[in-house]
């Protein structure tokens, strides 16, 4: 396939970008787009440009760091990571967009790359459990109701790709809060911080600049885990329980 590209390119945070063309030849379109965007960058740096710099670790759909949006949808077309995404979906002769995750918590780094470092602070400030010192439990020393532990792990695979941000016309972190919420909240484990947590990891999203969620549904359309909308509501349910009951031992 020969593809017209329109990235986004921008030296630095501090930097303006803008839109710039390239055209590459013989794409197959059993390559992922990352591998695209590598067959590009080889070509760039053959001829002494500055290849396009974009985030990616593991390239099996379980990280979440590749993201981009690609022709205006988070991860493209395919309701998968962008490092799973096979050249297949497009054809021969399209023009593509690349552009990185715009949303103001998330600033750009340099091109592709923003700094999603706002959601490890979200994490930080809740998304822990109690747990005693010394060795560890016997594995099946805290019963777990299969109903809870069902909802947990829906929950917990959640990768933080931060799709769900770029999705949201508000740049709301609601649905990526929630399902850290909801995973540790359905775990008798999590029990003791359940009112502190869900207030302190909102507050924290909210001091980060996320926007509010207004329920357009856009988040769990692009989610590649498909976290559900209902663990948005369950966070707000929580939220009010702990504001009532005073924030627990806060």
């Known amino acids: 396939m020969n ?17 710039t063309t390239y055209e590459v030849a013989d794409i197959s ?8 965007l590598d067959t590009l960058n ?23 760091a590749c993201g981009m949006v690609i022709n205006g949808d988070a991860h493209g077309p395919e309701r998968t990571t962008t490092c799973q995404l096979h050249m297949r979906h497009f054809s021969d002769g399209d023009t593509i967009d690349v552009e990185p995750w715009r949303a103001a918590a998330f600033p750009v780094v340099k091109d592709l790359v923003v700094d999603r470092s ?24 805290t019963p777990v109701p299969k109903p809870a532990a069902d909802t947990a ?10 799709a769900c941000v770029a999705a949201c016309p508000n740049g709301s972190a609601m649905l990526f809060t929630s399902a850290k919420v909801v995973h540790l909240g359905s ?17 924290t999203m909210d001091a980060e600049g996320f926007g509010g969620c207004t329920n357009t549904g856009m988040c769990t359309t692009v989610c590649p885990k498909g976290i559900p909308m209902s663990s948005i509501t369950t966070m707000n349910r929580e939220y009010l329980r702990a504001t009532r009951k005073g924030g627990g031992s806060r």
């Open 3 to 19: 593809l017209t590209l329109r990235i986004w390119r921008q030296p630095g945070p501090d930097s303006e970008g803008a839109m």
């Open 29 to 36: 379109p059993d390559m992922s787009f990352l591998e695209m």
């Open 42 to 64: 080889e070509e760039l740096v053959e001829r002494g440009d500055e290849p396009v710099a974009f985030d990616h670790d593991c390239r099996e759909g379980i990280c979440g």
């Open 118 to 141: 706002a959601f490890d602070r979200i994490i930080g400030s809740g998304g822990y459990v109690t747990a005693p010192t010394g060795s560890a439990p016997e594995a099946h020393a």
């Open 153 to 162: 792990f829906e929950h917990a695979e959640c990768i933080g790709c931060g």
């Open 187 to 203: 775990l008798p484990q999590g029990a003791p911080e359940r009112e502190t947590r869900v207030l302190d990891m909102v507050d």
